[in-house]
Structure formats: C-alpha cells, structure tokens
C-alpha cells in the first residue's frame, strides 16, 4: 500500500490555483507552516475533500490557526513516523532539542518549513529523510516558489517530486 502526499510551506496567506491543480491526486496534504490566512486551508479542503490536511502553526500565524493547529504534529503515514514542525533546522544543522526528539521518537520523514528555501536530504545518523518544500507563497525572498509531490510506500519514502512555480502573484484570496 502506499499514499501520495502534497507538502507545501509558507504561503503567508497567499493562493494559487495551481496547488489544487498539482495536489488533485493526493491522499493527504501536509502544510508545514506560516499558513497566513485560514482560508488558504479551507480551500485546500474544499479543492481535496478526501484528501487528509495535515497542518502546523509557523511564526507568523496565530488566532484560528494556532487554535486549530499545533506547532508540531507526530504521525505516522503507510508505516512511516513523520514529525512536522515550522522551524527546527536540517541535518547537521538542527535546533537544540530536536535531534533527541527525532531519535527518541524513530521519525523516518521529518517535514518543515520557515526557511523559504527547498531542501530534501537524508540524516544517514538517525535514518530520516528531512524535507523543507521551500515556500508556495509569493511573499518572501525566495528565488523559486515549490510544492513537493511525495509517495510513502511501506513505511518508506519512495517517490518525491518537486514541482515549481513562477514567483509572480498569479492568483489572489
């Protein structure tokens, strides 16, 4: 058995209609973070309704979205213990405390955000695969808007995508 899952970060309240159109397929949606509006997962809901939404708070968040979402999720996918946070680092270059937890919890797929930047690499140390989508939204200093397409298949991550957008608004709320 295996599940597709879209994971996008940081779209600071902005919208494109390109994230409904690259995540149809998907089996659950992962946000990892400074969503900005609610609405931005409303209509990931609305665009995907049998597709699970997964989200976490980021920095910028707050009200509806810190009350409905935590600041870190641990679950588990198809066998796979994923923990989603907005900011705790990457490998070799974690945040203090995280590193245990990782080990501690046996988190396979460790997903956030925050950085704008995308970055997919493995923790041969604590056999993870760290995933940052970069950010979705055009607010920001990224160069390159991303959305990640990732397939778990048996516990293990078996297929990932990186699907790219222009930096330009091409849509609004």
């Known amino acids: 058995m295996s599940k597709l899952i879209g994971i996008l970060s940081d779209t600071h309240s902005c919208w494109d209609d390109r994230y409904a159109l690259h995540f149809a397929d998907c089996d659950e949606i992962w946000h990892?973070?400074?969503?900005?509006?609610?609405?931005?997962?409303?209509?990931?809901e609305a665009a995907s309704p049998d597709a699970v939404i997964r989200a976490v708070a980021g920095n910028i968040d707050h009200g509806m979205i810190r009350r409905r979402w935590p600041e870190v999720d641990l679950f588990d996918v198809e066998g796979a213990r994923v923990w989603m946070t907005h900011i705790a680092g990457y490998p070799g270059r974690y945040?203090?405390?995280?590193?245990?937890?990782?080990?501690?919890?046996?988190v396979r797929i460790m997903v956030t955000g925050h950085s704008h930047i995308l970055k997919v690499m493995p923790d041969p140390e604590l056999g993870l695969l760290h995933i940052n989508p970069g950010a979705a939204g055009w607010h920001g200093w990224q160069r390159e808007r991303t959305l990640v397409k990732l397939r778990i298949t048996d516990g293990s991550p078996t297929e990932l995508d990186v699907v790219s957008l222009a930096k330009t608004n091409t849509n609004s709320l």
């Open 32 to 44: 990892a973070g400074d969503i900005g509006d609610p609405s931005i997962i409303e209509r990931l």
């Open 95 to 106: 945040r203090p405390g995280v590193k245990r937890i990782l080990a501690e919890e046996g």
